[in-house]
């Protein structure tokens, strides 16, 4: 499956990653020499075949509901790029 | 005089608790060397007063007759294992001047048994990559050379960093983690043995994800030994991972001693790969020969799916990378480049923050995992690793442990690979089929090649069962006496 430039700038908006225009010739090359080399798992029978999404068979668990841990707004903010009166401060997001 | 540094854990534990050397002598001995070794690039953080303190607490519980299971050894922790107050990098510039307020399990539990920390270890960003050359620090030099040109290789990856200090004497074990082969490839290239264990085995709780149903943490050491104390110490039910196991810590450092008289050892036809590199072909026959030396039972299994592993995984990784690095947004920590909007601030964080192999991942993961191709590409991998997982399952009916190369080749120089990504990925064509079926490996040095460079072997066994890859791995160590050092390490 060979991506153009369009594709990549599309998949690149809905990563939230800013890619220039001068890096999609390259890019869309790479992706497309990878995706190409994946393409021989259509070579394997797969029907009937369950998908594998747990490797091993760990049972789920489950706890109360109830809060286990809190109340550390400073050490939570402390990382922030921005920080004011306990809250993150981000950029403008209702114009 | 003993040469502190060139013990291994095991030794320098007896002698902690006899009392013939002191934590802190041994800790400084690793601080000198690191000093003196930063070229290497080994680590991204050192962190000598923590490490100084930490020493000092275990000699006075050494004294007092109070001595905890790694009382006083110093190890390197990997960069993508979250440590309270200390710098947490991943290797990546977008989680600049991250400092977490909190410990992961694991390194929590190591700290609890009394291993000193001496600093966090550099790898490839987010750990993505084979050769640790894509850390925002820096690439990690291989204390290894070919002696006939000395110039610098690369120790593997994404646990070079730990794996160049081990091998380099900068500290005496150190943690890993591996995802499609990030402990056991670097362990190859570096001389030195390296577990992943069972899925499940290892909480994931602070650890920064990568691909959350293949990550798991194990151990890196000198020998097979030092690897199963660390495991033991790392290992164990926690409550905060979802998929941990409520399962006891076997005593994996007895397995180590157990003869291999008996078991019976797999050799699957399929990693008999077209173009395989002679000499690795050669260490593995040496391999088979060491364990039939030892009473072992040689059987030729097949994984007919192998080959299709590494495409399998190279859809399964950077679909669950492209989910969990979504959480990088500049909004809670580490780097924020601002934008005229919140949507261009997320993507020139992002598009500044993120490396190129980063990138590409995350965007051939949310390729696959975009409408319309979910099915073509996600779903269709999930099934293969199915069939793979199915391969495993059905040869350990007849054999105990598969024994096979634990790398195509030995280490290499930055740029000696050709740039196209799917070289590099093929690094990992004889890890990844283990990493997809969530079973235990581990790499041992087999020999060197005819330039001198180490090259490993791997034991893989059935779910649970790193007893018997322990087991095994410590009769290809004692058959293999692999005593060599990286050339121009210092010999006491």
């Known amino acids: 499956m060979a991506l153009d430039e369009a594709t990549v700038a599309r998949i690149a908006r809905l990563a939230r990653i800013e890619v220039d225009d001068d890096r999609l010739p390259g890019l869309a090359a790479e992706l497309s020499?990878?995706?190409?080399?994946?393409?021989?798992?259509?070579?394997?029978?797969?029907?009937?075949?369950?998908?594998?999404?747990?490797?091993?068979?760990?049972?789920?668990?489950k706890r109360d509901d109830v809060v286990t841990d809190g109340d550390r707004q400073d050490d939570v903010l402390k990382n922030a790029p921005d920080a004011h009166d306990g809250f993150y401060v981000v950029p403008r997001v209702v114009e | 005089m003993v040469d502190l540094t060139a013990l291994t854990l095991a030794d320098a534990r007896t002698r902690l608790r006899a009392r013939d050397i002191r934590a802190v002598d041994l800790t400084q001995a690793y601080l000198d060397a690191m000093a003196r070794r930063r070229d290497w690039n080994a680590y991204v953080t050192e962190t000598p007063e923590k490490a100084l303190a930490m020493a000092q607490a275990a000699d006075e519980r050494l004294d007092a007759g109070e001595a905890r299971p790694l009382d006083g050894l110093p190890i390197g922790m990997k960069d993508l294992f979250c440590t309270e107050g200390t710098l947490t990098t991943a290797g990546s510039h977008i989680l600049d001047g991250f400092t977490p307020p909190y410990e992961s399990t694991v390194s929590g539990k190591l700290w609890d048994a009394g291993a000193v920390c001496l600093g966090k270890t550099n790898l490839d960003e987010f750990a993505m990559g084979s050769a640790n050359i894509t850390s925002y620090h820096g690439p990690v030099t291989n204390p290894w050379t070919r002696p006939a040109d000395n110039k610098p290789l690369v120790p593997g990856g994404s646990s070079g960093g730990s794996a160049a200090a081990v091998a380099g004497r900068l500290c005496i074990a150190a943690t890993g983690t591996d995802t499609g082969g990030s402990i056991r490839q670097p362990a190859s290239f570096t001389g030195i043995c390296g577990i992943k264990p069972t899925y499940g085995r290892c909480s994931r709780f602070g650890i920064v994800a990568f691909a959350s149903s293949l990550d798991q943490a194990g151990a890196m050491a000198r020998t097979v030994e030092d690897c199963a104390l660390m495991l033991e110490a790392m290992a164990g039910f926690d409550p905060n991972d979802s998929t941990s196991a409520e399962m006891a810590v076997p005593d994996w450092t007895a397995a180590c001693g157990e003869p291999v008289a008996g078991l019976k050892v797999g050799i699957p036809a399929e990693y008999r790969v077209d173009g395989m590199d002679p000499e690795i072909d050669a260490v593995w026959r040496q391999g088979i020969d060491w364990l039939k030396a030892q009473g072992a039972e040689i059987k030729d299994?097949?994984?007919?799916?192998?080959?299709?592993?590494?495409?399998?995984?190279?859809?399964?990784?950077?679909?669950?990378?492209?989910?969990?690095?979504?959480?990088?947004?500049?909004?809670?920590?580490?780097?924020?480049?601002?934008?005229?909007?919140?949507?261009?601030?997320?993507?020139?964080?992002?598009?500044?923050?993120?490396?190129?192999?980063?990138?590409?991942?995350?965007?051939?993961?949310?390729?696959?995992?975009?409408?319309?191709?979910?099915?073509?590409?996600?779903?269709?991998?999930?099934?293969?690793?199915?069939?793979?997982?199915?391969?495993?399952?059905?040869?350990?009916?007849?054999?105990?442990?598969?024994?096979?190369?634990?790398?195509?080749?030995?280490?290499?120089?930055?740029?000696?690979?050709?740039?196209?990504?799917?070289?590099?990925?093929?690094?990992?064509?004889?890890?990844?089929?283990?990493?997809?079926?969530?079973?235990?490996?581990?790499?041992?040095?087999?020999?060197?090649?005819?330039?001198?460079?180490?090259?490993?072997?791997?034991?893989?066994?059935?779910?649970w069962d790193e007893a018997t890859v322990l087991r095994a791995g410590a009769a290809v160590e004692r058959a293999a006496k692999f005593d060599v050092t990286p050339y121009g390490l210092e010999q006491a």
Do not use: C
């Open chain 1, 33 to 61: 020499n990878i995706l190409g080399w994946v393409e021989q798992l259509g070579e394997v029978d797969t029907e009937n075949v369950e998908p594998l999404r747990a490797v091993m068979p760990i049972p789920s668990r």
């Open chain 2, 301 to 463: 299994i097949s994984l007919p799916h192998t080959k299709y592993a590494l495409p399998a995984y190279y859809i399964i990784a950077p679909a669950e990378a492209s989910s969990n690095l979504a959480r990088y947004d500049g909004m809670r920590y580490g780097l924020r480049v601002k934008g005229k909007n919140l949507a261009e601030t997320y993507a020139k964080t992002r598009g500044e923050g993120f490396g190129d192999e980063v990138q590409r991942r995350v965007l051939i993961g949310t390729y696959a995992l975009s409408a319309g191709y979910y099915d073509a590409y996600y779903l269709k991998a999930q099934k293969v690793r199915r069939l793979i997982a199915d391969d495993f399952h059905k040869t350990f009916t007849g054999v105990d442990v598969i024994l096979t190369p634990t790398a195509p080749s030995a280490a290499f120089r930055e740029g000696e690979k050709a740039d196209d990504p799917v070289a590099m990925y093929l690094n990992d064509v004889f890890t990844v089929p283990t990493s997809l079926a969530g079973l235990p490996a581990m790499s041992v040095p087999g020999g060197l090649n005819g330039q001198g460079l180490p090259l490993g072997l791997q034991l893989i066994g059935r779910p």
